[in-house]
Structure formats: structure tokens, C-alpha cells
């Protein structure tokens, strides 16, 4: 186990190094730099070359590139060009925003994801699985931009919740209660734009997993033993069905972690994501590698987190890949 | 249901095959004074309330700055069909065009540009959603069948692919590639970066099934009896997966129609003269657009019915299986 | 007029807070920011939202009153300009306090210039506060006299000087001995260390959340009543970075205004909530910036190799006659426009020249000048062929996302495939067009640069063709034509007059041959529409950005 988990980690080294690398190399060949946002404000053909020299953003690639990943190595992930500040400094600020969103609309996601899941899952027929598969093909179907909109829309004509961010202005002034509530009512709003499709997404895979499982041998000779059906969906076939849903689910939550911009920018949600957007368009491109690192390290822990999950769920896997790392026997 | 499913999916498919005879008009034709206009449905009754054959209502614009217009019930004109190579078209459209779905922000025709949109955005997604899982099932039953270095080294490389930010590789592309790219060049290089982006999530849910399936005893049997390594993956424990595939499939398509508008924010979409659904969304993704002229968020009723079609056949044939 | 008629209702200002009873009753309003601050120097960076940040916190010696164009006192009270208009001497406001209780005397000001001409600060504002590309020089014989000498005759003058804010001595002189200014006052600042003559101080900065500003308890400024400034207790300006938020914002009430003007597709919606009695729309009038297209007309590139008449004014003359500029506002802008025929709009008063030559709408005219260029329909396809036999065409780039340009390059496109050109469209996120315009990778432009100044002598670098600004053919060596040479010598002889009357006389004969050679084609210019919510009395909302927050301390609310 102590080794497989190693090399696990190991491999998440390298993929942080390699997309790390991947990000700060592709944002310095694509069109434009940090400088060119300074053309058509006025700025001297004169004061953007010397900008561009001031950020070293003329050096050659591969020098420019060798610089930052031995300080990378080190941890140092240099600083922003926009904002001047230590690019681990603003990532770890914006990762704990994003945090909290993300466990938010995963934890809502499965409280509605998995039980519609296996209700569609165990039913074929029936007015609810109906309408549960429908509602999830249409969360599925619409893009994450127009679920944002409609729900900021909807917000916007009810009030019942406000439109954006993450707090009101003074809202802590009040005392820590006041601020919490007021934390709480700007939480619905951007969870459930990502938990909405997760939720659809959840249940499809659940549904799925949940009717092969139901017309496997042992399900059927459990219900010939006379355990009600309830009892065998909800107890015995859970586990087993469980396996699909937790390969993705690690993944899930680490691309959760890594941040939605879609739904951060429109909802003024002061998260990972929204850096990341800003970064990119700003062509700040150490704070682009450093978003990326960031990303890359929740995405590999949430496959990490994936196969060990998945691993509990169907102990022969967890034989297999924790006993025998090279699976040459069976 | 699994009929009807596969009649709405034929039904979607010969309605884009016939886009040129079903839509009254060219889409890329701008009717400039009817820009956001709404959807003119045809009536039989007439305002006195007698039967008539099938006619609308003509536009008259009431503010353009507010793009509200009004029917202008005084001057019906009637529809005829099977006319002038159209299933039905205005009788006189000296009073401004049919616009049965309305008009998009540049007033172009909503109902032209939704059939000849059918048939940029399915074939796209339905070409990389069969590339992916090809692409996918392979890698992920070669995987998941071998185990060890090689199931490690591709279920990293899967890993790598869905952490990598595409956005940026597109980015790149887009400025080496040339400024107006032919249609059929921006359609093949989208499915190729669809189906490079896709394949690891096909890819990880079917070494999973694939890595369960070969302890099973039908699969140790069948190696008992001398079956080779390909012969076990490809008839015994792919086949397994097809429940998974279908799901998969049913992920990706969706997904794929509404990746294709994020290129096109990003610059690699199709020109504005070929119309999809993808970029017709992504036009319609403004908050007052929503509100006021819901009409516009027709692709998206479109890619509703499909990937609820698609489903549906989907998952009654995994359940036949 | 809408805006004169709520400027009159200001004194109906009251005291009178949201919260009632515990608390004591403030007067605050919420604004909208679309991007997150970089910096608080000013020194240091150029973006929108650090002058926003600068307008509300720091002040200069003199201000332009955005909306009558007009120079006015500011911190110095009163300037004499010497008879060769070289030298100006200014008299500073006496009792004038940082936010910090330290005196403002004449060494701040000349500290302010020292440090934006330093090397190490490298300060974008240092290029602006240059006159012929020479630094100004200063000194101050007193601690309220400060001598400003241009170093050559300088048409705007003291104008320059409203770019200039005077940024606390006592809090940044380390740094800028210690060659550090350009990375002093960043965002992990403490905000009580950036003090200024502002009337807000920085009371809280919330990454990717807000900015919370308070009144600035040693401000100098009093109203034309002896009211103490500012008016209101707080602002807090909420970063909302998608537009439709902001919109939704304004809807709501959640954001009292913003900081552009109203884009043409929500006027209706804003229109509505206006009817409701949620906010006030105010018109006003035409705006300063009308879209641009121009060819690109470096010489030596591989295509107008091939493709000569690319460089020809007969084709740009055709372009212009090839677009129904009436039809394009309506459609455009949905008829919330005027057809202009220069850069030059009839919202910019001073400048305007209301007679100058046109090239309006005319397919037929068109079709003669593209006919004169060697340009046929030699095969019957309805779309023109040089004499080589070549399609006759180009492709015009612009910034995707922007409505307004997507839809006006599309309208180009459109009416000039109607005159036989092959047209296309390209539309480009913003880095990947301004990397092309920059390297000259293009045939045609459709784009929108933003006025910071009306005087022509302060965007010189658009006009004379040494400009970097001189998008068409930047930094020319010589000047490449002709026309161009006529405009570099009557802006030099412009940018050192001093009578008005003269520098516009100057001014008007350049507009005339950019609306004879027409470099830049422009086809329809916005009116400006400014929606505040019905909370905000006094406001004051001029055609540049920030159209409200240009000027803060009298704000204040119902």
C-alpha cells in the first residue's frame, strides 16, 4: 500500500511539473503578451518595449523557461506581473474561495445525484424515474453559461438570493452569526449552477451502474432468498453499483477544486477559476503556470482519491493494485 | 419509447438533410429591420373569427431601440407551400420575410439557421463522439486487460489530457493556423480536438469494467480454452462495457455541441456564414436576450431533443442487451 | 435636457442612512468594477481601474471639468502662464492635509514629477507628461509656489497637468531613492498607509470582492453652500466581472451605477426598470468614440505585392461609399446612433468640424472607383477580379465578444460584398487582434480605441506618422505619403500654437484630409445613455469613462 501510494505520488509530481510547464509554455507562444493590453491606452511604442523588457518577456523561451522551473522546483512559482504579489500567495487565497464552493455544489450534487440515480436506476417504469431521467437530460444538455444565467435571473426577479459574490460589504460587522448567514445566503446560487449538471451527470452513471448490477446472478438469487427489493437496492446492490460513480467522483472533485470560471465570473464568485480567466487574459503567464499547478495538484489528488475509493468499493481491485503493483497474477 | 426515440433521432436527421427545402429562407440573410423579431406562427382563424387557409401576421416595428414589434393584423398574407422549391413561403413578401422562430440579434432567420445548423453541429459531435469512444475503449481495455506499466502509463497520459487547459492549445493553434479557414478544415480539425479530449473519460470508465471483468470465470475460462489476448478483450470484455459506452456516448454528444460554441469564443468556430448551434447558443447566452426574447434560446431546445432522444434509444438497447 | 434636470435637483440632497435606529445613519452608495485592481500606484501601472482608484483617493494640481472641457482649479488655486507660454507659475491651496494630517506643500509636487520621470519607476505616466518626448521641468522657489517650464511651446498647456496626481512625499520617497516606487503600494498594502488628497481614503480591499472606500475626514474641497466634502460616507465599489451581472446588478438596486455608458441591447431592459422608477436613464447626447476600420497600409507586405489597389485611397473612398451608414446605426446600434464621417464626432464640440467632405452612401459611385482600380466581374460570379484574374478581396479582423464590433464588421462585410468585394470576417480574442495589429498581420481592421483626452495634441501619436498610435503605419521613419507629411507639419505647427482659435483653424484642415484620404472609415457614432439608480442625486455624468466617478465628492444620496 506505502508503495503504491508513492508511486501515485510520484506520478502527481510529474503531471503538476508537465501541465505546469505545459500552461506557462503555451501562454508564452500564443499571440499577444502581458505587454499588449498597453497598446491602443496611449502607451509609446517606446514604453511597451520597455515594459516588455522590465518583465524579461523578450528572453529567449527556453532560458525563460529553464528560470522558472528550477524556482518552481524549489516551490517559488515567481511572481505576478499584473499584481506583483507571490503567485502562491494569490493562488492559495483564491483556492480556499473556491473550496468552499466546490465541496458546496459537490455535496448538494450527490444529495441529489446518487438517490435519483438509483431510483431511475432500480425502476423502469413509473411517473418519478420519468421525470427525474427527464429533468437530468435537460440539466445535462444545457451549457453551464445558460444554467448560471437563468438562475442569476431567477435570483434577480425573486430576490431571494443576491445575484453575486461571496459576502456583503460589513457583513462580519454585525457579529460572526450575521456574517455566516450572509455567507449562507450567497452560497446557493453559484452551488447549485455546478451542481445542477453534476447532479444530471451523477445520476446517469448511478442509474446505469445500479440496473447492471440488478441483473446480476447474485441480485436475483437475493430476491429469490425473499430479501425485499427495497432492502437489496438500497443495502446489498449499493456497494457494488457504488464503483462507477466513485472513478469519477475523485476526478470530479478535483476539477471542482481547480475552479468553473464560467460560473466564478458570472456570479462574482472571488474563486480559482476567475484567477485563472483573469491571469490568462492578462497573458500573466507565471500566474497562469502557477493556476495550472495549482488545478493539476487537485485533479491528480482527486484521481488518487478516485482509485482508492473505487478501491473500497470492489475489494479485488484493492487486492490487485495494493498487493500486486504489477497485476501479472490474478 | 425506443421507437419513438429513434423516429425523433431519423426525424432530426432527414429535417437537416432537407434544411434547404424546410427553411423560408437563406440563413445567412439579414433582415436588418427585424432584428430580435419574434416568432410569426401561421393562424388559420382569422381575426373575425372565421376559418381561412394557413396566413401570418406581417412585423411592424414599434421601437426599435426596444426591438418591440407589433402584428400587423390589418394585412394578412397568406403562406403558400410546396412553392418556388420551399415547403411553404409567403405569398407576397413585399411585407417583410417569414420568420417562423423568430430572427437572432442580427436578424437572420432562427428556423433556417437551426435546420442548417443540424447538420454542422450533428455531424461534428456525432463523428468525435464515435472517435472518442473508439480511441477510448481501446486505450482503456488495453489498460485495464494488461495492467501494470502500461495501464499505469496510459491512464496518466488520460489524466494529463483532461488536466490539460485545451483552452490554451487552441489558442495557440488559432494564431499558427491561417486568419478564414475553409469550413470543411475548421470541421475536421474540431473533431480531431474532440476526440483527443474526450477519449480519457471513455477511457477510465472502461479500464475499470475492463479491469473487473477479466477476474470473472467467463473470462478465465475463455483463456483456459486458449483464447488469445485480443480475442478475450475484444469479444468478451469489451462487450461488457457496451452498457458504459452508451452512457459515455450520451455524455460526450451534448457536451461536444456545446464545446464547439466555446471555440468559436475562442476563435476556432466556424465562420459567422456557417451556421451552429453551438455558436448560435453561445450568441444567445446574454441575460436580456433570456428575458426578452426567449425565442433565441432555440438551439438549445434543439440539443435538448436530441440528447433526450439519444437517451433514450441508448438506454432501452443497454437494457435489451 | 435629462442631465441638466437632475444637476438641478442636487440640493435635495439629505441626511438620511438605510439602517435605522442602532446605527447612526451613513450615506453610502455601491458602484461596479469589471476588473480586480492591480495596484494602488499610480506611479506604477495605467489601468481603468487604478485611475478610478486615483480619482477617488488622490487629486491634482489642476482638473479638466470632463464635462465642459474647461481647466479649473484644483489643489493649485490659481496659475500665470509668461508671455512666450513657456512657463507657468502655480499657487498652491493653502491648509491642504494627506488623509494622514501631513501638510501638502510644493515638494510633493516636485516629487511627483521626479518620480514619474525616473528610470527605475519606468511610469507610463512619465511618456503622457512629456512634451516633444522632453521631460518638464520643475521647481519651487516656496512651499506654495511651484514653477512648471515646458520645453518647447505647448498648445494644450497646463491641461497636461490634470494627468498628474500628486501622490503623498512623506509615505514613498524610500522607495523611489531606493528604486523600488514601481513595486511600492501593491495590494498587500495596509490601506491606511495610502493616504492622499482624495476625498475617499482605501478603508478595506477584499481580493476578488470589493473595494470599500470612506470619506476623507481632511479633504479640502467645500460645496458652493460651505458644505464640507464629500457628501457621501462610504463607497464600495463590488468587482463584477460579467457584464450581464453587472446589468442584472443595476436591475436590482444592488449597484447604484457603473462605469461605462449603457451598451445599445440593455437600453430597452434598463429603459423598462426606469418606467418601474428603479433608476434614471440620462442621454447624453452623442458620444466621443466612433468605430474605426481601416486598411492596413504598411508598405512591403506580401499581400499588397500581389494585390496593389489594397494601398489606393480610390478603394478606401469606395468602402466609403459602399456603406449605408443610416441603416448601419440603426442596426448597429439599433438606431441609438448618428452616421459620422470622421473620427472626429459631433460629441466632441471643440473639435467638431460640421463641413467636411463625404463619401456617403452611393453603391454606384462605389462600383466606379473599384472599376477605376482595375477591379471587374471578368467571369459573371457577381464578384470582382483584378486584372490578374484574382478574386477581389480581404478579411477584416475584430475583437470577439464585443457585440457592437462582431456586428458592425458583419454589417461591413455585408454591404461590401453588396459593392462586388469578397469579404470576410475574422473575429479575434483581444491579445491574439492586438498582437496582429501590432506586427501588421492583417488587411483590414474593425476596432474601438477609447478617447482619454479630447485635445488632438494629446493623442499626437495618432496623427503625426512617426506615432506608434498611427495604427494604419506606425513609427514610420519618413512619412510615407504625401497627405501624411501635409498632417505632420500643420500638428506640429497645432501642438505649439497657443491661440485657440489657430490651434482649431490647424485642426480643421488635418480633418480635411483624413476625410479626403480617409486613413480610418468611420460609419456611425453611440449616444450615450448613463443609468443610476434612483438613490444616487447630484451626479454629474460626462461622456468619458468613468462616466460618473470622474467626479466623486459631490455625490451623494437621496
Redesign the interface.
Known amino acids: 500500500m506505502v508503495r503504491y501510494l508513492a508511486?501515485r505520488v510520484i506520478?502527481a509530481a510529474?503531471?503538476v511539473a508537465?501541465?505546469s510547464s505545459?500552461?506557462l509554455l503555451?501562454?508564452r507562444?500564443?499571440?499577444?503578451?502581458f505587454a499588449?493590453?498597453?497598446?491602443?491606452?496611449?502607451?509609446?511604442?517606446?514604453?511597451?518595449a520597455?515594459?516588455r523588457a522590465?518583465y524579461g518577456l523578450g528572453r529567449p523561451l527556453g532560458a525563460q523557461y529553464l528560470d522558472w522551473l528550477g524556482r518552481a522546483a524549489r516551490l517559488d512559482f515567481g511572481v505576478s506581473l499584473?499584481?506583483?504579489?507571490p503567485v502562491i500567495e494569490?493562488v492559495r487565497?483564491?483556492a480556499a474561495?473556491t473550496s468552499i464552493l466546490a465541496l458546496a455544489a459537490l455535496l448538494l450534487a450527490t444529495a441529489i445525484g446518487l438517490p435519483a440515480g438509483i431510483i431511475t436506476g432500480s425502476r423502469?417504469r413509473g411517473f418519478l424515474p420519468s421525470v427525474i431521467?427527464?429533468l437530468s437530460?435537460?440539466l445535462?444538455?444545457?451549457?453551464s453559461?445558460?444554467t448560471s444565467?437563468?438562475l442569476?435571473?431567477v435570483a434577480?426577479r425573486t430576490?431571494w438570493f443576491?445575484?453575486?459574490?461571496?459576502?456583503s460589504?460589513?457583513a462580519w460587522d454585525a457579529g460572526t452569526l450575521a456574517g455566516l448567514a450572509d455567507f449562507a445566503r450567497h452560497l446557493p446560487l453559484p452551488s447549485l449552477a455546478i451542481a445542477l449538471p453534476l447532479a444530471a451527470?451523477i445520476e446517469?452513471?448511478q442509474s446505469?451502474s445500479m440496473?447492471?448490477v440488478l441483473t446480476m446472478p447474485f441480485a436475483l438469487s437475493t430476491l429469490a432468498r425473499g430479501v425485499p427489493r427495497r432492502r437489496l437496492i438500497w443495502r446489498d446492490a449499493l456497494r457494488p453499483s457504488i464503483?462507477?460513480v466513485a472513478?469519477?467522483y475523485g476526478?470530479v472533485l478535483g476539477?471542482l477544486l481547480?475552479g468553473s470560471f464560467v460560473v466564478e465570473?458570472?456570479?462574482?464568485?472571488?474563486?480559482l477559476g476567475?484567477?485563472m480567466?483573469?491571469a490568462?487574459?492578462a497573458?500573466d503567464l507565471y500566474l497562469v503556470a502557477g493556476c495550472?499547478a495549482a488545478?493539476?495538484l487537485f485533479?491528480?489528488a482527486g484521481?488518487l482519491l478516485s482509485d482508492l475509493v473505487?478501491a473500497w468499493a470492489?475489494p479485488?481491485?484493492r487486492q490487485?493494485e495494493a498487493g500486486d503493483?504489477?497485476?501479472?497474477t490474478? | 419509447m425506443r421507437t419513438l426515440a429513434a423516429a425523433a433521432l431519423a426525424l432530426i436527421a432527414i429535417a437537416a438533410l432537407a434544411a434547404p427545402w424546410l427553411a423560408p429562407n437563406d440563413p445567412g440573410e439579414t433582415f436588418r429591420a427585424f432584428l430580435f423579431a419574434p416568432p410569426m406562427r401561421p393562424h388559420v382563424i382569422a381575426p373575425d373569427g372565421s376559418w381561412r387557409r394557413p396566413f401570418v401576421h406581417p412585423l411592424r416595428l414599434a421601437s426599435r431601440l426596444e426591438q418591440r414589434y407589433e402584428e400587423d393584423v390589418s394585412h394578412p398574407v397568406p403562406l403558400r407551400f410546396f412553392a418556388g422549391g420551399k415547403l411553404a413561403r409567403l405569398a407576397d413578401d413585399s411585407r417583410g420575410p417569414w420568420l417562423p422562430l423568430g430572427a437572432d440579434r442580427e436578424g437572420r432567420d432562427l428556423l433556417a439557421r437551426l435546420l442548417f445548423g443540424a447538420r454542422t453541429s450533428l455531424g461534428l459531435a456525432v463523428l468525435a463522439t464515435l472517435a472518442a469512444l473508439l480511441i477510448g475503449a481501446m486505450a482503456g481495455g488495453f489498460a485495464g486487460y494488461?495492467?501494470?506499466?502500461v495501464?499505469?502509463a496510459i491512464m496518466?497520459l488520460a489524466?494529463?489530457v483532461?488536466?490539460?487547459?485545451a483552452?490554451?492549445?487552441v489558442?495557440?493553434l488559432?494564431?499558427a493556423l491561417p486568419l478564414v479557414m475553409p469550413s470543411w478544415a475548421v470541421f475536421s480539425l474540431m473533431a480531431g480536438i474532440f476526440a483527443l479530449v474526450g477519449w480519457p473519460w471513455v477511457a477510465?470508465?472502461v479500464r475499470?469494467v475492463v479491469?473487473?471483468e477479466?477476474?470473472r470465470d467467463y473470462a478465465?475460462a475463455a483463456v483456459s480454452l486458449g483464447a488469445g489476448p485480443g480475442r478475450v478483450l475484444f469479444g468478451h470484455l469489451l462487450p461488457a462495457c457496451r452498457?458504459?459506452l452508451?452512457?459515455q456516448a450520451?455524455?460526450l454528444l451534448?457536451s461536444f455541441i456545446?464545446a464547439e460554441?466555446t471555440l468559436s469564443y475562442v476563435g476556432l468556430g466556424f465562420p459567422d456564414t456557417v451556421p451552429s448551434w453551438g455558436s448560435m447558443?453561445?450568441q444567445?447566452?446574454?441575460?436580456n436576450a433570456?428575458?426578452d426574447f426567449p425565442w433565441t434560446?432555440a438551439p438549445?431546445a434543439a440539443?435538448?431533443a436530441?440528447?433526450?432522444a439519444a437517451?433514450l434509444l441508448v438506454?432501452k438497447s443497454?437494457?435489451v442487451l | 435636457m435629462a442631465v441638466s434636470a437632475i444637476v438641478a435637483v442636487s440640493g435635495a440632497c439629505r441626511r438620511e442612512g438605510p439602517g435605522s435606529g442602532t446605527k447612526p445613519p451613513i450615506e453610502a452608495l455601491?458602484s461596479s468594477l469589471r476588473?480586480?485592481p492591480?495596484?494602488f500606484n499610480r506611479y506604477a501601472g495605467?489601468d481603468s481601474v487604478l485611475e478610478i482608484v486615483t480619482l477617488l483617493t488622490q487629486a491634482r494640481l489642476v482638473r479638466i471639468d470632463r464635462r465642459s472641457q474647461e481647466v479649473e482649479p484644483w489643489l493649485a488655486e490659481s496659475w500665470a502662464t509668461s508671455a512666450d507660454g513657456l512657463t507657468c507659475t502655480l499657487k498652491l491651496r493653502q491648509g491642504v492635509t494627506f488623509s494622514d494630517g501631513a501638510p501638502f506643500t510644493s515638494a510633493d509636487v516636485v516629487f511627483a514629477f521626479r518620480a514619474i520621470y525616473d528610470e527605475r519607476t519606468?511610469s507610463?505616466l512619465g511618456?503622457?507628461m512629456r512634451v516633444g518626448g522632453k521631460p518638464l521641468a520643475v521647481s519651487a522657489p516656496d512651499a506654495s509656489t511651484v514653477v512648471v517650464r515646458f520645453p518647447s511651446v505647448f498648445g494644450p498647456g497646463i491641461r497636461l497637468l490634470d494627468n498628474l496626481a500628486i501622490l503623498p512625499r512623506h509615505k514613498l520617497e524610500g522607495a523611489l531613492n531606493a528604486g523600488t516606487l514601481s513595486?511600492a503600494w501593491?495590494?498587500?498594502t495596509p490601506p491606511s498607509e495610502i493616504v492622499g488628497l482624495g476625498p475617499f481614503v482605501l478603508k478595506a480591499y477584499?481580493?476578488?470582492?470589493?473595494l470599500?472606500f470612506e470619506r476623507n475626514p481632511r479633504y479640502w474641497r467645500t460645496d458652493a453652500r460651505g458644505q464640507r466634502l464629500p457628501v457621501l460616507d462610504r463607497l464600495?465599489l463590488?468587482?463584477?466581472?460579467?457584464q450581464?451581472?453587472e446589468l442584472?446588478?443595476l436591475?436590482?438596486g444592488?449597484i447604484d451605477f457603473a462605469q461605462s455608458e449603457v451598451r445599445p441591447e440593455d437600453y430597452a431592459t434598463l429603459r423598462r426598470a426606469a418606467d418601474h422608477g428603479k433608476l434614471s436613464l440620462l442621454d447624453l447626447g452623442v458620444g466621443l468614440d466612433a468605430d474605426s476600420f481601416w486598411l492596413n497600409l504598411r508598405p512591403n507586405r506580401p499581400a499588397t505585392a500581389k494585390r496593389p489597389w489594397l494601398l489606393r485611397t480610390e478603394l478606401r473612398r469606395a468602402i466609403s461609399h459602399a456603406v449605408d451608414r443610416r441603416s448601419f446605426a440603426e442596426t448597429v446600434f439599433l438606431g441609438a446612433a448618428v452616421p459620422v464621417y470622421g473620427p472626429i464626432t459631433p460629441g466632441n464640440q471643440r473639435w467638431y468640424s460640421p463641413d467636411l467632405p463625404r463619401f456617403d452612401y452611393d453603391v454606384a459611385a462605389s462600383r466606379r472607383l473599384l472599376a477605376g482600380l482595375g477591379l471587374a466581374d471578368r467571369d459573371g460570379d457577381a464578384v470582382l477580379e483584378d486584372r490578374a484574374g484574382a478574386t477581389a478581396g480581404f478579411t477584416i479582423v475584430t475583437q470577439k465578444g464585443n457585440t457592437a464590433l462582431e456586428r458592425g464588421a458583419a454589417f461591413i462585410a455585408e454591404d461590401l460584398r453588396k459593392a462586388g468585394l469578397a469579404v470576410e470576417v475574422a473575429p479575434l480574442d483581444?491579445?491574439?487582434l492586438?498582437?496582429?495589429?501590432?506586427r501588421g498581420a492583417y488587411d483590414a481592421v474593425y476596432?474601438r480605441?477609447?478617447t482619454?483626452d479630447l485635445d488632438p495634441a494629446l493623442?499626437i501619436?495618432l496623427w503625426i506618422s512617426s506615432g506608434?498610435?498611427h495604427v494604419w503605419n506606425?513609427?514610420q521613419a519618413k512619412p510615407a505619403t504625401d497627405w501624411e507629411r501635409e498632417i505632420d507639419r500643420l500638428m506640429a505647427r497645432q501642438v505649439a500654437a497657443l491661440d485657440p482659435a489657430e490651434r482649431k483653424a490647424l485642426f480643421d484642415q488635418v480633418q480635411r484630409i483624413v476625410a479626403e484620404q480617409l486613413p480610418m472609415i468611420q460609419f456611425a457614432a453611440p449616444r450615450i445613455y448613463v443609468a443610476t439608480s434612483t438613490r444616487v442625486v447630484n451626479a454629474t455624468p460626462a461622456l468619458l469613462r468613468p462616466v460618473i466617478l470622474w467626479n466623486p465628492d459631490t455625490l451623494g444620496v437621496r
Open positions: 508511486r506520478a510529474v503531471l508537465v501541465v505545459g500552461a503555451l501562454t507562444l500564443a499571440p499577444g503578451d499588449s493590453e498597453l497598446f491602443g491606452s496611449g502607451a509609446t511604442a517606446e514604453s511597451i520597455r515594459e522590465r499584473v499584481y506583483h504579489r494569490l487565497q483564491r474561495n423502469r431521467r427527464g437530460v435537460v445535462l444538455s444545457l451549457p453559461l445558460i444565467l437563468v442569476v435571473l434577480a430576490q443576491p445575484t453575486g459574490g461571496m459576502q460589504a460589513g451527470m446517469r452513471v446505469q440496473d447492471d464503483g462507477p472513478a469519477i476526478f476539477s481547480s465570473v458570472i456570479t462574482a464568485w472571488p474563486g476567475r484567477l480567466y483573469d490568462l487574459r497573458r495550472a488545478g493539476s485533479l491528480a484521481s473505487q470492489d479485488r481491485l490487485r503493483p504489477t497485476g501479472a490474478t | 494488461r495492467g501494470g506499466f495501464d499505469e496518466r489524466e494529463f483532461l488536466v490539460l487547459p483552452v490554451y492549445v489558442l495557440v488559432r494564431s477510465r470508465a475499470t479491469a473487473t477479466r477476474t478465465a452498457g458504459l452508451g452512457v450520451i455524455l451534448p456545446l460554441a447558443l453561445h444567445a447566452s446574454d441575460v433570456i428575458a434560446l438549445a440539443i435538448f436530441v440528447t433526450l437517451n438506454e443497454s437494457r | 455601491v476588473a480586480e492591480r495596484t495605467r519606468g507610463a511618456d503622457s513595486k501593491d495590494l498587500a477584499q481580493p476578488g470582492q470589493r470599500v464600495t463590488e468587482i463584477v466581472p460579467d450581464n451581472a442584472v446588478g436591475q436590482t444592488q483581444v491579445g491574439a492586438i498582437d496582429r495589429i501590432e476596432y480605441f477609447l482619454t493623442n501619436d506608434s498610435a506606425p513609427s
